[in-house]
């Protein structure tokens, strides 16, 4: 996943990298081609160009270079180069080369600022993001968190994993907005699954508990926006691993990935998201679905669904699934995410995964069971 990154990154700045020599290059082609044309107004720009994507003493070069070329121009022109406008030319030309080390300094200090804030924002979305056993009985899981690019803010994402009496419990889920205000909710609506998942006996229970948290951190906001809300799916595989129960809260449906095929898990009748429960009734609807040995279950939050390309189409995490993939959640998890970076240059949204894969039966065959709700 970073090296697909790196490689978006590196097609984001070629082109800005280009075009002061660029410049000098076009000026050259000029000169030859017609020489009454003044070219020291396009060296001129060279330096300024130069500045937000070069270093401080790249920037000084590339200044120096076009001194240089405005100099050997008007040399092949006329042997009297100290003349009245190659003068006024060449300290322009300084001037603008001082003044775009200058703005490098500025450009320098100000990406240092926003990189460091991007930094911090990811540490502390980590740190509020509980660690997932790699590991339980029956069951490997993987987890992917991959904060914007675009973004200094703390995120809202969410997943947390409980192997209970009454199976494993996990949630997944995306606070709407960012900062402060998501990060409370978050933490809000991790304690509550935290003990909920421990100590009540059906799903339902543990995403009424959610619920009532989530309005009461609303409720106790006097500046909270009434349309704040939480997109969440959680999902309880039971204890002999042979099923799962699913509950959607207005989230991306889950994807079953075995056999080559992937099914998208949609709820059979939709739900509001957590925080607008009063508008709904009190029953949560929840969904059984078979696991099949080897089969993995992959859960996102939108902003790997909701990423665009050039183009503006969204990002189609099924291609990248279907076919020959290792019953492994963590191979299954990089297949869909190096997919997701060839797809888009940047990610508009913070993106969490997390998959678990039903471990294949000691001694037997994976199964061939059909998915059915």
Same mark, same amino acid.
């Given at each position: 996943?970073?090296?697909?990154?790196?490689?978006?990154?590196?097609?984001?700045?070629?082109?800005?990298?280009?075009?002061?020599?660029?410049?000098?290059?076009?000026?050259?082609?000029?000169?030859?081609?017609?020489?009454?044309?003044?070219?020291?107004?396009?060296?001129?720009?060279?330096?300024?160009?130069?500045?937000?994507?070069?270093?401080?003493?790249?920037?000084?070069?590339?200044?120096?270079?076009?001194?240089?070329?405005?100099?050997?121009?008007?040399?092949?022109?006329?042997?009297?180069?100290?003349?009245?406008?190659?003068?006024?030319?060449?300290?322009?030309?300084?001037?603008?080369?001082?003044?775009?080390?200058?703005?490098?300094?500025?450009?320098?200090?100000?990406?240092?600022?926003?990189?460091?804030?991007?930094?911090?924002?990811?540490?502390?979305?980590?740190?509020?993001?509980?660690?997932?056993?790699?590991?339980?009985?029956?069951?490997?899981?993987?987890?992917?968190?991959?904060?914007?690019?675009?973004?200094?803010?703390?995120?809202?994402?969410?997943?947390?994993?409980?192997?209970?009496?009454?199976?494993?419990?996990?949630?997944?889920?995306?606070?709407?907005?960012?900062?402060?205000?998501?990060?409370?909710?978050?933490? /809000?609506? =991790?304690? $509550?699954?935290? &003990? #909920?998942?421990?100590?009540?006996? @059906?799903?339902?229970?543990?995403?009424? *508990? %959610?619920?009532?948290?989530?309005?009461?951190?609303?409720?106790?906001?006097?500046?909270?926006?009434?349309?704040?809300?939480?997109?969440?799916?959680?999902?309880?595989?039971?204890?002999?691993?042979?099923?799962?129960?699913?509950?959607?809260?207005?989230?991306?449906?889950?994807?079953?990935?075995?056999?080559?095929?992937?099914?998208?898990?949609?709820?059979?009748?939709?739900?509001?998201?957590?925080?607008?429960?009063?508008?709904?009734?009190?029953?949560?609807?929840?969904?059984?679905?078979?696991?099949?040995?080897?089969?993995?279950?992959?859960?996102?939050?939108?902003?790997?669904?909701?990423?665009?390309?050039?183009?503006?189409?969204?990002?189609?995490?099924?291609?990248?699934?279907?076919?020959?993939?290792?019953?492994?959640?963590? /191979?299954? =998890?990089? $297949?869909?995410? &190096? #997919?997701?970076?060839?797809?888009? @240059?940047?990610?508009?949204?913070?993106? *969490? %995964?997390?998959?678990?894969?039903?471990?294949?039966?000691?001694?037997?065959?994976?199964?061939?069971?059909?998915?059915?709700?």
């Amino acid at each position: 996943m970073q090296r697909y990154q790196r490689e978006k990154r590196f097609r984001r700045i070629a082109w800005p990298r280009a075009l002061p020599p660029a410049v000098i290059v076009v000026a050259v082609v000029v000169d030859l081609a017609w020489p009454p044309f003044n070219t020291f107004p396009l060296l001129a720009t060279v330096s300024v160009t130069a500045a937000p994507v070069y270093s401080l003493a790249r920037t000084v070069t590339s200044g120096g270079v076009a001194l240089l070329t405005g100099w050997l121009l008007a040399f092949r022109e006329s042997e009297e180069v100290i003349s009245r406008p190659n003068v006024i030319g060449f300290t322009t030309l300084v001037t603008l080369t001082v003044v775009a080390a200058f703005l490098n300094r500025i450009f320098a200090r100000e990406r240092e600022q926003l990189r460091t804030s991007r930094q911090v924002a990811e540490t502390v979305q980590r740190a509020m993001l509980p660690t997932v056993p790699e590991r339980v009985p029956g069951l490997a899981l993987a987890t992917r968190y991959q904060a914007a690019q675009e973004e200094a803010l703390i995120g809202g994402d969410l997943y947390a994993v409980h192997d209970t009496p009454h199976g494993l419990r996990m949630v997944i889920g995306d606070v709407r907005g960012k900062g402060t205000r998501s990060a409370t909710l978050v933490n /809000a609506l =991790l304690g $509550a699954f935290h &003990a #909920a998942a421990l100590q009540t006996p @059906d799903l339902p229970s543990v995403v009424q *508990a %959610a619920e009532i948290q989530v309005q009461d951190v609303k409720a106790r906001d006097e500046d909270a926006p009434y349309e704040d809300f939480v997109t969440a799916v959680f999902v309880e595989i039971l204890p002999d691993r042979s099923a799962l129960r699913m509950a959607n809260r207005g989230h991306p449906p889950p994807l079953l990935v075995h056999g080559g095929r992937v099914t998208a898990l949609e709820p059979k009748e939709p739900s509001l998201p957590l925080g607008l429960g009063d508008l709904a009734g009190p029953v949560v609807p929840v969904d059984r679905y078979e696991l099949p040995p080897g089969a993995t279950l992959v859960l996102f939050t939108d902003g790997i669904v909701e990423a665009r390309d050039g183009t503006g189409a969204f990002f189609d995490p099924v291609p990248p699934l279907t076919g020959p993939l290792p019953a492994d959640p963590g /191979a299954v =998890l990089d $297949a869909m995410l &190096a #997919a997701l970076f060839r797809h888009t @240059d940047e990610l508009e949204d913070d993106a *969490a %995964a997390l998959a678990v894969t039903r471990l294949p039966d000691e001694g037997g065959e994976e199964s061939g069971a059909a998915v059915r709700p």
